[in-house]
C-alpha cells in the first residue's frame, strides 16, 4: 500500500527557514519523481517544486532562489529546504508522486494529511 507522510511544518517568521520531509513507502521510490504541493487557503493546490528520481528539478517561479527540493533514496524521503519565507508561502504542503506529461507534471498517488506552513508578517 503506498502511504506518504509529510512532516517538518510549524509556525515560523516572515525571512525565516523551515525543512519539510516526506517519507514515502509501498512503490519503488528511487525511480519515481517526486512533487510538493502547497494549498493555501480558499485556493486551489499548486505544484511548488518537482524532483526526478536522478536528481532533476523544477520550481514554480514564485519559490525560485528561495525553496530547495532534494531527495535521500536510501532513505525514501523527499525534503523542501524553504528559505527566506514569506507570508503567502503560509499553506498545508503535500508531497506525491508525479510524472511528466509535456511541459506539465501530474499528480498520480493518494494525498497524505500533508503539513501547515504558517508563516507571520
Known amino acids: 500500500q503506498v502511504q506518504l507522510v509529510e512532516s517538518g511544518g510549524g509556525l515560523v517568521q516572515a525571512g525565516g527557514s523551515l525543512t519539510l520531509s516526506c517519507a514515502g513507502s509501498?512503490?519503488?521510490?528511487?525511480?519515481?519523481?517526486m512533487g510538493w504541493y502547497r494549498q493555501a487557503p480558499g485556493k486551489q493546490r499548486e505544484l511548488v517544486a518537482t524532483?526526478?528520481?536522478?536528481?532533476?528539478?523544477n520550481y514554480v517561479d514564485s519559490v525560485k532562489g528561495r525553496f530547495t527540493i532534494s531527495r535521500d533514496n536510501a532513505k525514501n524521503t523527499v525534503h523542501l529546504q524553504m528559505n527566506s519565507l514569506k507570508s503567502e508561502d503560509t499553506a498545508v504542503y503535500y508531497c506525491?508522486?508525479?510524472?511528466?506529461?509535456?511541459?506539465?507534471?501530474?499528480?498520480?498517488?493518494?494525498w497524505g494529511q500533508g503539513t501547515q506552513v504558517s508563516v507571520s508578517s
Open positions: 524532483i526526478t528520481g536522478g536528481g532533476s528539478t
Open positions: 506525491n508522486k508525479v510524472r511528466q506529461l509535456g511541459k506539465s507534471w501530474i499528480y498520480f498517488g493518494s
Open positions: 509501498g512503490y519503488v521510490f528511487g525511480i519515481t519523481s
